[in-house]
């Protein structure tokens, strides 16, 4: 009898259980990110939190950049519902938290540490003083270049490089013969991709997006200018295709030993002195961004982001997976994993503070101080309504930035530079108009 009783409590425990078992079963976050290389370690290593968490299970939807803007964007705009947690950057954050799209993420437990993420990258998530997203990992930008590629040509890197001799350098180390492109930029058109480093460039040359009446300033003679200076570099110094590359692209021709010079987000230095993924890891120098005939204007200021749909209807276990993501901890478990060189950058003071990766990179302390000084609300040589320094922070930028990238981009292929950009202007000009600018 009282194994009969044991059977019976046993059975009926199951029973009971059974209910929250399936409801547990049942709870998978849908998650859209980003194809770099630290997305792609942390989709490795989520396997980890599912083992803590054995009621969450995750289903990753890994996107090419443009790509990934396209779909979350469209997705959050007509309330889908597709994603439970979206990687987004500083751009949508605010953008979208004013249109009611994100969560709100308050009340983050203690150990999370909020104000242990860097105050710059803090403020670009944040709308009406409340955090709606996460930071992955942050960016400025920075010069890379082949410290032996230099040596040999009998140059050297100035402290603080303008683009004039950027060029200069660039033509003393290409070597086609051997593959060995002397510039690398991104050419692969996009808001986000080529545009993030030309609006930078433009900035540089004295030029801006639009004026103080929010008139397109694109057929300038700062823009023709810049874009001269970067379609006539990348066409004699440049990789064959560069209208195909982007920030990965150009990252494995730089690792691969293909590039003398990269100007590009500064968190391609944990990977390019990572001797595990960089066959150059030993012959990388570092600078600052060049500087052109105006400087003190606004400066780059990148994060990917964890953000949580309002659509959502797992908003506590999404909120579970992003804290984790992004905590001290999971910093710690990368530096376990792939050393700390490769941990996810620009984040959070206690990482620059460790011991640990001050002595495994020898850009951080740079990295920070680019982060912490930079200011992408700065002006731009004329008056400006708008802010941003590699990004116009309006909702309609997304759609005009990608069709002015896909028209720069043929410039590398052939086009005019001066036909580009009257084309550009055109067709932003209706753009705004259709927009009801000014407003």
């Given at each position: 009898?009282?194994?009969?009783?044991?059977?019976?409590?046993?059975?009926?425990?199951?029973?009971?259980?059974?209910?929250?078992?399936?409801?547990?079963?049942?709870?998978?976050?849908?998650?859209?990110?980003?194809?770099?290389?630290?997305?792609?370690?942390?989709?490795?290593?989520?396997?980890?939190?599912?083992?803590?968490?054995?009621?969450?299970?995750?289903?990753?939807?890994?996107?090419?950049?443009?790509?990934?803007?396209?779909?979350?964007?469209?997705?959050?705009?007509?309330?889908?519902?597709?994603?439970?947690?979206?990687?987004?950057?500083?751009?949508?954050?605010?953008?979208?938290?004013?249109?009611?799209?994100?969560?709100?993420?308050?009340?983050?437990?203690?150990?999370?540490?909020?104000?242990?993420?860097?105050?710059?990258?803090?403020?670009?998530?944040?709308?009406?003083?409340?955090?709606?997203?996460?930071?992955?990992?942050?960016?400025?930008?920075?010069?890379?270049?082949?410290?032996?590629?230099?040596?040999?040509?009998?140059?050297?890197?100035?402290?603080?490089?303008?683009?004039?001799?950027?060029?200069?350098?660039?033509?003393?180390?290409?070597?086609?013969?051997?593959?060995?492109?002397?510039?690398?930029?991104?050419?692969?058109?996009?808001?986000?991709?080529?545009?993030?480093?030309?609006?930078?460039?433009?900035?540089?040359?004295?030029?801006?997006?639009?004026?103080?009446?929010?008139?397109?300033?694109?057929?300038?003679?700062?823009?023709?200018?810049?874009?001269?200076?970067?379609?006539?570099?990348?066409r004699q110094f440049g990789p064959p295709g560069a209208t195909s590359n982007g920030f990965n692209e150009n990252l494995a021709l730089m690792a691969g030993g293909r590039c003398g010079i990269w100007i590009d987000a500064t968190v391609a230095a944990g990977l390019l002195f990572d001797p595990k993924q960089s066959q150059v890891a030993d012959r990388i120098g570092f600078a600052p961004m060049p500087t052109g005939e105006f400087t003190g204007g606004p400066t780059w200021l990148w994060s990917w982001n964890l953000a949580i749909p309002a659509t959502s209807?797992?908003?506590?276990?999404?909120?579970?997976?992003?804290?984790?993501?992004?905590?001290?901890?999971?910093?710690?478990?990368?530096?376990?994993?792939?050393?700390?060189?490769?941990?996810?950058?620009?984040?959070?003071?206690?990482?620059?503070?460790?011991?640990?990766?001050?002595?495994?990179?020898?850009?951080?302390?740079?990295?920070?101080?680019?982060?912490?000084?930079?200011?992408?609300?700065?002006?731009?040589?004329?008056?400006?309504?708008?802010?941003?320094?590699?990004?116009?922070?309006?909702?309609?930028?997304?759609?005009?930035?990608?069709?002015?990238?896909?028209?720069?981009?043929?410039?590398?292929?052939?086009?005019?530079?001066?036909?580009?950009?009257?084309?550009?202007?055109?067709?932003?000009?209706?753009?705004?108009?259709?927009?009801?600018?000014?407003?």
């Open positions: 009898m009282a194994m009969r009783r044991i059977a019976i409590a046993f059975a009926a425990a199951i029973v009971a259980a059974w209910p929250m078992a399936t409801l547990h079963a049942q709870s998978t976050l849908t998650i859209a990110t980003v194809n770099n290389g630290d997305m792609v370690v942390m989709q490795r290593l989520s396997a980890r939190f599912e083992q803590q968490h054995p009621a969450i299970r995750l289903r990753w939807v890994v996107l090419e950049e443009n790509v990934l803007r396209q779909r979350v964007t469209t997705d959050i705009a007509t309330r889908a519902g597709q994603f439970d947690i979206m990687t987004i950057g500083n751009y949508e954050v605010p953008i979208w938290a004013r249109q009611g799209w994100l969560s709100a993420l308050e009340n983050l437990p203690a150990e999370y540490d909020v104000n242990d993420i860097l105050a710059p990258v803090r403020a670009g998530i944040s709308h009406e003083n409340k955090l709606y997203a996460l930071p992955f990992y942050a960016e400025s930008a920075m010069t890379y270049y082949r410290t032996d590629l230099l040596q040999r040509a009998g140059v050297t890197m100035p402290a603080e490089p303008t683009y004039a001799q950027i060029r200069e350098i660039a033509e003393k180390v290409t070597d086609k013969a051997n593959q060995v492109y002397g510039l690398c930029l991104r050419g692969k058109p996009g808001w986000g991709e080529n545009m993030g480093f030309l609006t930078p460039l433009v900035t540089a040359f004295g030029g801006q997006w639009f004026d103080a009446q929010w008139r397109p300033r694109i057929d300038t003679p700062q823009w023709r200018s810049a874009i001269g200076w970067y379609t006539d570099a990348m209807r797992q908003q506590d276990a999404a909120r579970t997976f992003i804290t984790w993501a992004t905590s001290k901890e999971y910093v710690r478990m990368v530096a376990q994993e792939n050393g700390w060189v490769a941990v996810p950058p620009g984040t959070r003071q206690s990482t620059y503070d460790s011991q640990e990766y001050q002595q495994a990179a020898p850009f951080a302390g740079f990295v920070q101080r680019a982060i912490m000084s930079a200011n992408p609300n700065a002006q731009t040589r004329e008056p400006r309504p708008y802010t941003g320094a590699q990004f116009v922070a309006i909702p309609e930028y997304q759609g005009i930035g990608t069709q002015v990238g896909q028209t720069i981009a043929s410039t590398l292929t052939g086009a005019p530079v001066e036909q580009a950009l009257r084309s550009a202007q055109s067709a932003t000009d209706r753009a705004m108009r259709q927009a009801g600018y000014p407003k």
